[in-house]
């Protein structure tokens, strides 16, 4: 009995448990730690690109309007109308389409401006070559315009100097002029005071003294008639050189 017992025993502990087969994993799924059932995979499937909304009906009139202004070849009012579309919506095919019409018009600098903002926009290969094809016939037409500006600035700078110049000229002649006229104008004072000054002298000195009854006088005269050359001697250089001063002073204002 105890050795029948010790052999159940024995065959219970040294004997091979079956294993149990567990689940296989799903790929891209790993189970949870804490045993709760596991997510299911996420989706791999590629994003599909976003397209844009189609236009409006009033948004498409004015592509429509801008684009048979082109054909017709009046490309001012292509670009005005394309740019009137674009301020209703900020289209990436208005862009290109009114940079085309200005780069007819030659205004390349601003269609230069235009092909950026639609390169910005990301546009599909094909567009993009083309719109860097038409940008860089634009290029040299930008340069030689700003060269030709800079030649006509540093010839606007040329001629405003030289009218400055001519300005700080006519100023001092005006000046000079100026102070020749007080200058001439003070000779012929001073040249007039002195001519009178000599006639008063010759006057003073033809006169003589004038014989008066009276003895007072007689003798007051008497003192005159003794200085009467030396009168005429100063009164008739002073009167000479006034009238010479005068009239130098005159010929000099006519100048």
């Given at each position: 009995m105890i050795v029948s017992l010790f052999a159940w025993v024995a065959w219970c502990t040294f004997a091979e448990v079956p294993a149990v087969a567990m689940p296989a994993k799903s790929p891209g799924v790993?189970?949870?730690?804490?045993?709760?059932?596991?997510?299911p995979?996420?989706?791999e499937s590629p994003a599909t690109e976003t397209v844009p909304p189609p236009l409006t009906a009033?948004?498409?009139?004015f592509l429509d309007r801008g684009q048979a202004a082109y054909q017709r070849g009046e490309f001012a009012v292509a670009s005005d109308e394309l740019e009137r579309g674009y301020a209703l919506r900020r289209a990436p095919v208005f862009l290109y389409a009114r940079?085309?019409?200005?780069r007819r018009l030659g205004r390349c600098a601003v269609a230069i401006e235009l092909y950026d903002q639609y390169l910005a926009t990301g546009p599909p290969p094909v567009n993009r070559a083309d719109a860097l094809d038409n940008r860089a016939t634009c290029?040299?037409?930008v340069a030689a315009e700003r060269?030709?500006?800079?030649?006509?600035?540093?010839?606007?700078?040329?001629r405003e100097a030289e009218r400055r110049e001519r300005e700080a000229w006519d100023k001092r002649a005006t000046a000079l002029k100026e102070r020749r006229r007080r200058t001439t104008v003070g000779l012929l004072a001073t040249g007039a005071v002195i001519g009178v000054a000599g006639a008063v002298l010759i006057g003073i000195g033809v006169s003589g003294a004038v014989r008066q009854k009276s003895t007072m006088m007689y003798?007051?005269?008497?003192?005159?008639e003794g200085t009467k050359r030396a009168t005429l001697a100063a009164g008739v250089p002073m009167f000479t050189l006034g009238v010479v001063g005068v009239i130098l002073s005159s010929l000099r204002m006519r100048r």
């Amino acid at each position: 009995m105890i050795v029948s017992l010790f052999a159940w025993v024995a065959w219970c502990t040294f004997a091979e448990v079956p294993a149990v087969a567990m689940p296989a994993k799903s790929p891209g799924v790993e189970a949870p730690a804490d045993g709760a059932p596991p997510e299911p995979p996420a989706d791999e499937s590629p994003a599909t690109e976003t397209v844009p909304p189609p236009l409006t009906a009033a948004e498409q009139e004015f592509l429509d309007r801008g684009q048979a202004a082109y054909q017709r070849g009046e490309f001012a009012v292509a670009s005005d109308e394309l740019e009137r579309g674009y301020a209703l919506r900020r289209a990436p095919v208005f862009l290109y389409a009114r940079a085309q019409a200005v780069r007819r018009l030659g205004r390349c600098a601003v269609a230069i401006e235009l092909y950026d903002q639609y390169l910005a926009t990301g546009p599909p290969p094909v567009n993009r070559a083309d719109a860097l094809d038409n940008r860089a016939t634009c290029v040299p037409v930008v340069a030689a315009e700003r060269e030709a500006e800079r030649a006509k600035q540093a010839e606007r700078d040329k001629r405003e100097a030289e009218r400055r110049e001519r300005e700080a000229w006519d100023k001092r002649a005006t000046a000079l002029k100026e102070r020749r006229r007080r200058t001439t104008v003070g000779l012929l004072a001073t040249g007039a005071v002195i001519g009178v000054a000599g006639a008063v002298l010759i006057g003073i000195g033809v006169s003589g003294a004038v014989r008066q009854k009276s003895t007072m006088m007689y003798e007051e005269f008497g003192r005159l008639e003794g200085t009467k050359r030396a009168t005429l001697a100063a009164g008739v250089p002073m009167f000479t050189l006034g009238v010479v001063g005068v009239i130098l002073s005159s010929l000099r204002m006519r100048r």
